[in-house]
Structure formats: C-alpha cells, structure tokens
C-alpha cells in the first residue's frame, strides 16, 4: 500500500475542481492531497479506506476527506452491471473555505463542518441523494454553476448529521520533512501491518528517535503506534470476515495477532461485538453492521493522555 501523492489542479479562475470519474471499476489507490475532498459514489459496492478507517460502503455513500489524510475507494462491483462506477468529486482547500466563512455570514457553517471532519465524515445515503439532485449544477459548464451548486451542497452538510470514520488529526501544522517521515513509516505499517514490527524498524524507516517517533503520531494522528497498528489490522480483518469464509483463526493469524483471545478481545473493543456476531449480522443483514451509536459521542484518542510505548515489538494488545 504505497501513499502516492495526488497534486489537484483547481482551473484558473475557479474556486473549486469538480471530477466527474466513470469507470469499469474504482481501483485500490492509496493517495493524499493538499484539498479537502467530497465524493459521492453511485453505482457502486466496495470498501473505502480513510487513514485507520476501512467500512463498507453501497449506493449514494458520500464521504467528506480533510486536508492531507490518506484515502482510497476499492470497488467489489458494480449495483448495474450494464453502467460504470461513478465518483462525483469535489476539490476545495481549507483555507478558501475558512476564508469564505469569515467573510460570508452566509457559510459560517462551513467552518462547523471543516471542524467536525477531522477525521473524515460519512453521511447518510439521503444526503448522497441530494447532492445527486444537484448534479445538473455541479457538472455544469459554467464554472459560476458548479460553485453555487458546492456551496448549496457543503451548506447542507453542515447541518446534517454524519458518522466520523477516522481516527481524527490534530491540528498541527506538519512540516515537510514531518510529512516525508510520516509517509515512510505509514508505508512500513500498511505494508507489513501482518508481521511483528519492531519499533527499531518503524524508527529506521523515519529516521528519528523512539520519543520523536511516539511525538509524531500523537501530535499529528492523535493516538500512538500501537493504536494505529491495531485499528488497521482490526479493519483488514473485517473485511475478510466478510468477503471469504475463512475461519476466524485463520484471519486472527492473517491480521497479525498472535493468538485467538488476543484479536476477539481487541475486535470487540473496536467493534463492540465479537468477530462471529459481527459475521453474522454481515450475512443476516447484507451489509457491513454500523458502528454503535458511542462512535459519535467517543471522546477523539488526541484527547486522552497518550500512554508510553515501552515495548520493543508492537503486538495487538
């Protein structure tokens, strides 16, 4: 899984870049930019992954992405065989939108919504259905259109409520050197999330201390490495209790937990359900089961005071 760089082209004269993407299939591609990103996603089944996030996601999911947090779509199939997978996409940055809240009583929401999407924001297939009202607006070829038709949309979601997905990043501003060390070592993790990663390795790979390592993922993931490790593997392994029948040993061991007990008792703290209820409300209900209502109350892992890292190899605990 290597985090590629996605450089965003807003056209000159224009304050925001509308994507209109048709394909036989939405491809795996692990990315970040700069630009804040709202995508509506029609016609198509699959899995998305937001940093430490991976869910399900069906017809009319619509996902607002903050500025520079790692993301991909992975279609499985299409709803219509007969059409394309569709991804309506919308590029903005953040500052223009706080700028435009500042200036405009008219989208101070937008500051509200930027706030509430630190960790990424999925909302409802109803509101997926509204911006799909709007598509005449957004896909104009006035560019005037397409802005009025985003700002209606952006507006809308300030006020609608939405179910956070990611762990959420911290303010902080990250430098450029933090940013390329930051990527080698969340390439070494989503690589080898599976293996025994030893500290020694992710510090190599970052080329800095154990302190300053530990430093660089609260300050700007909001949780240590330990946390991050075991939301991803805890995510892998939903996805193949899912998609395969394997038994759930065997996926325990694929995920990278060392034994049974230990990836149950870590599956049902994320997930609050054991791995075989979560199974079966998959196969009962067609559909990936929603996260409890905790998750929208949960207090952010930035907050909490972050524990010390005194291990050597980090294990699912």
């Not at 409802?124 to 607006?137: C, D, I, K, Y």
Request: proline content about 6%; aromatic content about 8%; some cysteine.
């Amino acid at each position: 899984m290597k985090l590629q760089f996605e450089h965003v082209t807003i056209p000159k004269g224009c304050s925001i870049r509308v994507f209109d993407r048709r394909i036989p299939e939405i491809p795996f591609e692990w990315h970040h930019h700069p630009e804040c990103e709202l995508t509506l996603t029609l016609n198509s089944r699959g899995w998305r992954f937001i940093a430490d996030h991976i869910g399900a996601y069906d017809a009319h999911d619509l996902v607002l992405v903050p500025s520079e947090m790692p993301h991909t779509w992975a279609s499985t199939k299409a709803i219509d065989d007969s059409c394309p997978h569709v991804a309506i996409v919308v590029w903005f940055t953040e500052p223009w939108a706080l700028q435009l809240a500042d200036t405009c009583p008219e989208y101070s929401s937008l500051r509200k919504l930027l706030k509430r999407a630190a960790g990424g924001l999925s909302f409802p297939p109803s509101a997926g259905e509204m911006m799909e009202s709007r598509l005449s607006g957004l896909l104009s070829n006035s560019a005037r259109d397409r802005l009025r038709a985003a700002l209606d949309v952006l507006t809308e979601l300030a006020e609608t409520d939405a179910l956070p997905l990611a762990t959420p990043q911290k303010a902080a501003r990250i430098t450029a050197d933090e940013s390329a060390q930051l990527k080698r070592i969340l390439d070494l993790l989503h690589e080898r999330f599976a293996e025994p990663i030893r500290m020694r390795d992710l510090c190599a790979a970052g080329n800095m201390s154990e302190r300053s390592l530990h430093r660089l993922f609260v300050r700007h993931l909001g949780q240590n490495v330990t946390d991050y490790l075991g939301r991803l593997r805890i995510g892998r392994a939903c996805m193949w209790l899912v998609e395969t029948d394997r038994p759930i040993s065997v996926i325990a061991a694929d995920a990278g937990f060392s034994n049974l007990s230990n990836f149950n008792r870590r599956f049902r703290a994320v997930r609050h359900l054991s791995p075989k209820e979560f199974r079966r409300l998959y196969v009962k209900h067609g559909n990936m089961p929603d996260p409890d209502d905790f998750e929208l109350t949960k207090r952010s892992p930035s907050l909490e005071k972050p524990k010390r890292q005194t291990s050597d190899r980090l294990t699912a605990k």
